[in-house]
């Protein structure tokens, strides 16, 4: 349920994207339900402020930075300018943009870990660190592997993520290994400092009780609660991040200073437009916070324990969405099962409104959401562009053409209370989260006016009855305008289109969801309108399947150890008649040597079955020895127009499969007589 009043102004955050890779759909799972959010509670007249930055601490940081030789600032430098370009194009407008990495976010953190000292909440303790001996170095999280000691699952250094999925401490990895030079490392004493979470198991249960947001994100924290809390050790042998006070050697965990980043982000902004940080930070304003469910354990214990032993205020809610697949596939960049926002999507086209009414509308918030190109194309085609898109084009280009202005007319008292109790049903899916919800009431309201439009026929009363047919343009142009400022948070590019569209001079980014009572003016010139939303081909989409299925071939060769490079495309296709013209024949090699002016090419002679055998000179030097060849069956193209190599005549070619490093002869897998036809 939604913690949100009128008379108090909210903060909402988004989960920050870490600043090692770019964005893709995954990412937006989170970012366009939030950005939805803030842009209805700014149609509710709500004072609204809304966060985010680039996570930009942490090992995995260090990892790919130290691989493509370059810092860790100039890293996180290029992802965040990435990231804050991605979300204006996908029209996600965040009040302030910062990074982890900044002076604020610095400061503020060791104001907290300052503060939780002072209070006893964090305490040294000595305890055992992963070392690799061969590279002479302390192992962080993600520099360490090995088995979870809970479900025997592998591991990486701070969480199961192939197993249970439990976070793990610093030691408790079973079997550990350097993920830089693969060895074996070992464990060795150190003093690190931990955080009492223990301490908070009481303040959780009741803090949980009383959160909003969504219930998986709830009831999957109070499960962790209700079972044994033990401490985090929260500094971390680094030389990037947030240096922990008094000890050079170590860094803050990035779970401290990352979530910090909410609060000096929030500080930014205030700084910036002279608003006020601790009405939410110190103060009883809400504070909701978008998360993907991969992070509730952070932000709904780690995170609410801290604020709380620091004396801060606590999230009002927590936001908790579903994962993505792709193509009904687990999500994997390793395996290529994965959207990129920029290349795959912006690149080729496609307008950010499309993506962000299909992640809004698909499923509900919580639950799992499947990226199809064919399902992208049929919820586009049949929703935006046959109902909600059919209807606003059909409506304005009969008002324009006909009247040229908003026409006279009542607006029936049916069309009011249809569009009144719309808005308050899309009021209240956005409040409880349910983005779905409020998209198909939308929707459902569009579809209404199609039938209004269709059942009143005004091509028929334009002829019969002009004033009866400007009633009903004016109605229907009521009906545009509610739809106009319910489908804003959605897709908000497009419907700035359409408010000028159908007259309106204001800001519809601004105009709240009263304004759809408000009466269309008759009078109202209209201009000629434009489609907003374009029906996506059958081509279009065959070729987005095409570049994905590529990349997860590419994955999988890679995985094999074949380069990318060296996959092959499909070639054009062929008909019968044109296969029927190649004469490939088995052979037998009699004979096999080296052609001395190359390095690649041998001289072979091949028994195909005629008085003398047919001299064919092969590129195959490097993948077979000369005396290998003698014997083998192949098969050749017979009637391959003859050419010379190196000065060598060849008159035909062999068939062999090539994968770049590795090629192999074709042959038969029974004994075939030389001059046998392949059909």
């Known amino acids: 349920m939604?913690?949100?009043?009128?008379?108090?102004?909210?903060?909402?955050t988004c989960g920050l994207p870490?600043?090692?890779?770019?964005?893709?759909?995954?990412?937006?799972?989170?970012?366009?339900?939030?950005?939805?959010?803030?842009?209805?509670l700014k149609k509710n007249s709500q004072e609204v402020t809304f966060v985010c930055g680039s996570d930009t601490h942490g090992t995995p940081i260090v990892v790919n930075a130290e691989e493509l030789g370059i810092t860790p600032t100039e890293l996180v430098s290029k992802y965040h300018v990435h990231f804050d370009e991605v979300f204006k194009k996908m029209g996600v407008i965040f009040d302030a943009f910062g990074t982890t990495d900044d002076d604020t976010n610095h400061r503020r953190t060791l104001d907290i870990v300052d503060r939780l000292i002072e209070k006893g909440y964090v305490y040294p303790k000595t305890i055992e660190i992963a070392y690799c001996p061969q590279c002479d170095r302390f192992l962080p999280d993600r520099y360490v592997a090995g088995t979870c000691p809970h479900c025997g699952e592998k591991a990486r250094g701070d969480e199961c993520d192939q197993g249970c999925g439990k976070?793990?401490?610093?030691?408790?990895?079973?079997?550990?290994?350097?993920?830089?030079?693969?060895?074996?490392?070992?464990?060795?004493?150190?003093?690190?400092?931990?955080?009492?979470?223990?301490?908070?198991?009481?303040?959780?249960?009741?803090?949980?009780?009383?959160?909003?947001?969504?219930?998986?994100?709830?009831?999957?924290a109070l499960g962790w609660v209700k079972q044994e809390l033990t401490d985090w050790c929260i500094t971390r042998n680094l030389e990037w991040g947030v240096r922990f006070p008094d000890h050079d050697e170590l860094v803050v965990y990035v779970w401290v200073d990352a979530p910090i980043g909410y609060i000096a982000f929030t500080e930014q902004w205030a700084e910036a437009t002279g608003g006020d940080w601790e009405k939410f930070w110190k103060g009883d304003c809400p504070i909701v916070h978008f998360i993907g469910g991969d992070i509730i354990y952070h932000h709904c214990i780690f995170w609410p324990a801290m604020l709380k032993g620091a004396d801060y205020s606590q999230p009002s809610a927590v936001v908790a969405s579903g994962m993505v697949k792709i193509e009904d596939k687990t999500f994997s960049k390793s395996r290529g099962y994965v959207v990129w926002v920029e290349e795959d999507y912006l690149d080729h086209g496609f307008h950010p409104d499309l993506l962000r009414y299909y992640l809004a509308s698909y499923t509900s918030?919580?639950?799992?959401?499947?990226?199809?190109?064919?399902?992208?194309?049929?919820?586009?085609?049949?929703e935006l562009v046959g109902v909600f898109g059919n209807f606003l084009y059909r409506n304005l280009l009969f008002a324009y053409k006909n009247f040229g202005s908003v026409p006279e007319g009542d607006i029936e008292p049916e069309v009011m209370e249809k569009i009144s109790s719309t808005i308050e049903e899309v009021r209240k899916a956005n409040s409880e989260y349910e983005f779905k919800k409020a998209a198909d009431t939308a929707m459902a309201l569009a579809s209404y006016g199609n039938s209004y439009f269709q059942s009143s026929e005004p091509w028929k009363l334009?002829?019969?009855?002009?004033?009866?047919?400007?009633?009903?343009?004016?109605?229907?142009?009521?009906?545009?305008?509610?739809?106009?400022?319910?489908?804003?948070?959605?897709?908000?590019?497009?419907?700035?289109?359409?408010?000028?569209?159908?007259?309106m001079d204001s800001d519809v980014h601004t105009a709240s969801y009263d304004e759809?009572?408000?009466?269309?003016?008759?009078?109202?010139?209209?201009?000629?309108?434009?489609?907003?939303?374009?029906?996506i081909e059958d081509e279009k989409i065959a070729e987005m399947e095409k570049i994905s299925s590529k990349r997860v071939k590419a994955a999988m060769a890679k995985e094999a150890g074949i380069k990318e490079a060296e996959i092959m495309e499909y070639k054009a296709e062929i008909e019968y008649d044109d296969f029927a013209k190649l004469d490939i024949r088995v052979g037998r090699i009699v004979t096999a040597e080296k052609i001395k002016k190359s390095k690649k090419l041998l001289r072979l002679q091949v028994d195909i079955g005629d008085d003398e055998p047919r001299q064919v000179v092969a590129g195959l030097a490097e993948h077979y020895k000369p005396e290998e060849m003698i014997g083998k069956t192949v098969n050749i193209l017979v009637n391959l127009k003859p050419v010379k190599l190196c000065g060598v005549e060849s008159q035909g070619m062999l068939l062999a499969a090539d994968a770049g490093e590795r090629v192999s002869l074709l042959t038969t897998d029974k004994d075939m007589d030389p001059g046998s036809c392949i059909r």
């Open 2 to 12: 939604s913690n949100i009043t009128s008379d108090k102004a909210v903060l909402v």
């Open 516 to 535: 759809a009572s408000v009466h269309v003016l008759s009078g109202t010139e209209l201009m000629k309108p434009e489609i907003l939303f374009t029906k």
């Open 462 to 503: 334009i002829k019969e009855d002009r004033d009866a047919c400007g009633k009903v343009v004016r109605n229907c142009m009521q009906i545009a305008k509610a739809l106009v400022l319910l489908f804003e948070p959605m897709t908000p590019g497009s419907m700035e289109v359409a408010w000028k569209q159908i007259g």
């Open 167 to 220: 976070h793990l401490e610093p030691g408790e990895l079973k079997e550990p290994v350097c993920t830089i030079c693969r060895g074996p490392a070992e464990y060795k004493e150190q003093e690190h400092f931990f955080f009492k979470l223990s301490e908070f198991k009481d303040f959780l249960l009741e803090h949980l009780e009383n959160l909003g947001g969504t219930l998986n994100a709830r009831n999957y």
């Open 18 to 40: 870490y600043a090692n890779g770019k964005a893709h759909v995954g990412h937006l799972r989170t970012y366009i339900p939030a950005d939805i959010y803030v842009r209805s």
């Open 365 to 382: 918030h919580t639950k799992e959401v499947n990226f199809s190109w064919k399902i992208f194309q049929d919820k586009i085609n049949t």
